[in-house]
């Protein structure tokens, strides 16, 4: 048996596009906490988050961080020196039409001059499964792209951007689709996985729209999600497992055994709009690492 480096760094070096995060049958996923403020992603990093989703869980199940709690978090993360990987949740994709509103401007301002911080962006599909959308989420992802390539509009930004000029590429568009994708009215699971190659992503999220207590694997099978995590691994990309997971749900998420598993409500103090508590957050990845051990003695 090959032992599990609790060390392991998956994310340390820049994923190709299109390939896997580099993971073996007997490695662990990594664990993607979501945080909503400062201090809550150093409550993160201190219980051993191997990424940092900056997310604001008010605003829905890929509720976005206002401007200011990003430029905040990444200034302390960046006086911190804190070398781990950054998420950000960008709310829905209906919402990015093609006519920015300013509030939308400002906050990819700041993505942009932080990109060499920021490794993915999340974007919710709930409404795409529309007939007249179903033809077009990929396109607007891909338009999204266009906007992440302008220049910098804001001064102060654009000087946090000549800081870095040799960095490469942009952050990764992760498209999000949901467990509960009939009532998102979200393309199904299958149909994302199918569409992967198209968007030329580095993965793909499940998670849960409904945040009422059923989680992901009360939305789908763990069969399923092994089906769809295999598919994923087929296309070369990786499969991202949220949706309310609990530290019971671990045996479920070992049999799916996805690249990273993502949580927010369990590493909370009293459920998912509480406070993050970085010691919930190391006990849960201890719990995470005896149970993929237990995993792969069986395998």
Known sequence: MKPVDSTLDLCSAPLPAGSVVGRGQSLVPQLLVSARSAVECLEAIRGGAEILDLKEPSEG??????????????TVLEAQSANITISLAMGELLDWGAQLDPSRVAFLNVVRAH???IRFLKFGLAGCDEF?????WLDRLSGLRTHLAEPVED?????????????PAEPY????????????????????????????SAGMLIDTFIKNGTGVFGCLTTAELSRIARECR???????LAGQIAAGDLGAVAAVNPEIIGVRGAVCREGRQSSLDG???????NQLYKTFQLAVTTR
């Open 132 to 136: 007249s959308l179903r033809a077009n």
């Open 61 to 74: 199940a890929l509720g976005r961080v206002t401007t200011e709690q990003l430029a905040r978090c990444l």
């Open 155 to 167: 001064d102060e930004a654009q000087a946090g951007t000549q800081q870095h000029d040799s960095v």
């Open 279 to 285: 010691e919930l957050v190391r006990s849960f990845r």
């Open 173 to 200: 568009l992760i498209p999000a689709c949901y467990a509960d994708w009939r009532q998102a009215a979200s393309p199904s699971p299958g149909e994302v996985v199918s569409a992967l190659p198209e968007l030329v």
């Open 115 to 117: 990109k060499h911080r």
């Open 234 to 240: 087929a296309t070369g990309v990786f499969l991202a």
